[in-house]
């Protein structure tokens, strides 16, 4: 069994600052962190197309991507959870009546159910990606959706979490909320990886600050939230750093001994 340290680091809040850049520290840090012979991938609600630039700039080729949907291996595909898409669809259909349009996400990409939306353009708009998703309500079809975006305000959630059991609905955005399998979490997708490389537990890291993150800070041992983190992510993780802006993910390497 290897003593490596496997670590994972979620993207918006943590890796990147609140204006989406990459800090300096942050870099240099995780070149380190790589030099020292660890594991360092990405677990993330994103997309893999939607920080493909970074993971190039960091030299990154493994991570849980769509919150633990989908995960990659040294560039390899190791694990799936996909949505029940005719469920998706059923939501799908009954979102539009209460105008609360979605998104169809794949391993390439996303699309809309509707052609403008204003929910949509600001939430979005906040992750500062250029896949900026257009119109196409049949992107579905041929395809294996792995996570969903729906578009309503807070507390509107609620109806679907009610209605539709068999999927999980986690808010990252006033506007939006992601659409996930209900037992799909970044912590499954990290357990999957783990197992693959057979690291034992107590050498697994995360950094994170979302409340995706939640299951994800609770179920690993060496866990850290950001001080940027709302206060229940805060809560169940063992060492809470400052903020991302200020160096936060450096000086939480530093509370665990990793550098």
Not at 93 to 117: I, K, Q, S, Y
Request: net charge negative.
């Amino acid at each position: 069994m290897s003593n490596q340290a496997l670590i994972f680091f979620d993207i918006d809040g943590t890796l990147l600052d609140h204006d989406k850049q990459l800090p300096p520290s942050t870099e240099k840090a995780i070149h380190q962190l790589q030099k020292d012979n660890h594991l360092i991938a990405i677990a993330t609600g994103r997309g893999p197309f939607m920080y493909e630039s970074l993971r190039q700039r960091l030299n990154i080729h493994s991570f849980v991507s769509y919150n633990g949907s989908y995960v990659v291996l040294e560039d390899e595909v190791i694990y799936t959870n996909p949505l029940n898409k005719t469920k998706l669809l059923e939501l799908a259909t009954e979102g539009l009546v209460n105008d609360h349009p979605l998104t169809f996400m794949t391993e390439e990409g996303m699309r809309a159910n509707v052609e403008n939306h204003r929910y949509i353009n600001e939430s979005i708009a906040t992750l500062k990606i250029k896949d900026f998703p257009i119109y196409d309500p049949k992107y579905y079809e041929g395809k294996t959706i792995y996570q969903s975006l729906l578009f309503c305000s807070e507390g509107e959630e609620e109806y679907y979490e009610s209605k539709y059991p068999e999927f999980k609905f986690v808010r990252w955005h006033p506007l939006s909320v992601d659409i996930l399998p209900r037992e799909g979490s970044k912590a499954e997708g990290i357990k999957k990886m783990a197992k693959a490389l057979d690291i034992d537990e107590n050498n697994v890291y995360a950094f994170g600050d979302g409340l995706n993150d939640l299951e994800m800070l609770k179920t690993v041992k060496n866990s850290v939230a950001m001080g940027n983190a709302k206060q229940e992510v805060k809560a169940v993780a063992k060492y809470v750093t400052d903020d991302v802006a200020n160096d936060g993910l450096v000086k939480g390497l530093k509370m665990t001994g990793l550098i």
